[in-house]
């Protein structure tokens, strides 16, 4: 008897092909919507390096205009009306030549950001993963649930059915009749919260992985570990993405700090102006040009300066402290996912010997029922004893996966490339290689990125 959960669940027919836990971590790196949103992000930040090197490169700006001019002057001539209309263009260059390293800053800063950003992706990559694992077991775990209710339901039936029996016999009374009834309405119930329970865990599988399970494999064993914490922890701490992305923030934030003291110096720039004007009913006409080096510097603007650079340097101050929260986190995560794979190994073999145990004696309660040893409720009992410990051994085995990997994850190598899936795994070098020459439109490195993201837009 196949359960409609169960079937609900497969969609497909028993025979379809079996599906690994590396199927289901592919799917689930390959089709992440919310990894895709945090490559979007590391593409902004690629940019904003983008933005800061431009700073250092030639602007040029045009102009023009159309002016029509009339009134009346009186000179001792009389009086003079004035109707005349020009025509102005104009372009303006500049080219900045030293700013005490105000940009080189800010570019500097833009670069470990976009480090830093990079090394979040990662942290959510490893989110993504672990979820997949989570949801792989879980649907493992909660459809072994509803084959082990259903057996649960057949055996008190049977039961039932023998009480019954016994009791139209004189053997029993109406009172273990009815304590096979109540129980086989526990069963049923039973039954009913573990296939709900079932298809919670496919819901969240097709959010994890983007599709729903197929006939999901016994993963062959969990991934090695030495099991030393305080070598794991070592390793975190050196690893983990969020110790790298706290470390190049506290970088920015250090360098943005040397920005904002630099912007209170002057800054020297190369400028030059070209300028033609035409009167449109006249013969009147100007061409002119400029060039010279302008050095400009802040007298007064209202303390905003200053406060610019305290709030940099308050900013810095809180990184480094959230450095050594962060620091804190990890090696304790480290400490907590062993723990729990410690827990759920001991529980796999403390639950194989209850099964064990547990199975001899439901045998042996229900031979001496036959006898009339044993009561209704005895048989009962031990079967729910033995129920208990099953279902204890099947939540343990799931344990000790989902307990292993978050110990990859803890320790910063829970990625498709620490666990070799068979993906082409996202370059975050690619995107910022063409961008961060700040390329214009129709160059040629502007058109192979334009194709880029004519790529990305189809996806």
């Known amino acids: 008897m196949v359960s409609v959960a169960a079937v609900m669940w497969l969609g497909v027919a028993p025979q379809a092909r079996a599906e690994t836990l590396a199927d289901a971590l592919v799917d689930a790196y390959n089709h992440s919507g919310l990894l895709d949103q945090n490559r979007a992000v590391l593409r902004a930040a690629d940019e904003d390096v983008a933005t800061a090197v431009s700073a250092l490169r030639p602007v040029l700006n045009w102009s023009a205009d159309i ?10 001539l009389g009086t003079l009306g004035i109707q005349q209309t020009d025509v ?11 700013d005490f390293g105000r940009s080189n800053f800010q570019i500097d800063a833009a670069k470990e950001t976009v480090l830093a950003t990079r090394d979040a992706l990662v942290s959510v990559e490893q989110q993504v993963l672990l979820r997949a694992v989570q949801a792989y077991m879980n649907v493992r775990r909660n459809s072994q649930f509803v084959s082990l209710r259903e057996n649960n339901l057949r055996l008190i039936r049977q039961e039932l059915r023998a009480a019954k ?10 009172t273990d009749v009815a304590l096979a009834e109540a129980r086989l309405a526990a069963a049923r119930s039973g039954l009913a919260f573990a296939q709900g329970d079932l298809l919670q865990s496919v819901e969240e599988f097709r959010a994890a992985v983007g599709r729903k399970p197929a ?28 110790m790298h992305k706290a470390q190049r923030d506290i970088s920015a934030a250090e360098l943005n700090m040397k920005a904002a003291n630099a912007a209170k110096k002057p800054t020297v ?50 990184l480094r402290a959230r450095l050594h929260i962060v620091r804190n986190q990890v090696m304790q995560d480290v400490g907590n996912a062993y723990a729990r794979l410690r827990a759920a190994r001991s529980g796999v073999t403390s639950s194989q010997q209850q099964v064990r145990a547990s199975r001899v004696a439901f045998r042996g309660v229900r031979e001496e029922a036959k006898l009339g040893a044993r009561t209704t409720l005895d048989v009962l009992d031990a079967e729910q004893d033995l129920l208990d410990a099953e279902a204890n051994l099947i939540s343990a085995e799931a344990d000790v996966f989902i307990a ?56």
Do not use: C, W
């Open 269 to 318: 720039s190369l400028v030059g102006k070209l300028a033609a004007g035409e009167e449109v009913y006249g013969d009147d006409f100007s061409r002119t040009g400029s060039v010279g080096v302008q050095v400009t510097g802040p007298i007064y603007q209202g303390g905003a300066l200053t406060a610019t650079k305290r709030k940099a340097q308050a900013q810095r101050d809180g």
């Open 88 to 98: 102005n263009l104009g372009i303006s260059a500049s080219l900045l030549l030293y």
């Open 215 to 242: 006939n999901l494999k016994a993963p062959r064993r969990a991934p090695k570990l030495s099991g030393n914490v305080d070598a794991a922890k070592s390793v975190a701490v050196r690893k983990h993405p969020d």
């Open 404 to 459: 292993a990997y978050a110990v990859l994850s803890a320790m910063g190598e829970l990625t498709a490339k620490d666990l070799k899936l068979n993906v082409q795994t996202y370059d975050p070098a690619a995107y910022y290689n063409l961008v961060k020459d700040a390329p214009i439109e129709g160059s040629k490195q502007g058109k192979q990125l334009d194709r880029v993201l004519k790529a990305l837009g189809k996806e």
């Open 165 to 174: 029996d016994r009791f139209e016999v004189g053997e029993v009374t109406r």
């Open 67 to 76: 002016t029509r001019t009339f009134g009346r002057t009186n000179t001792s």
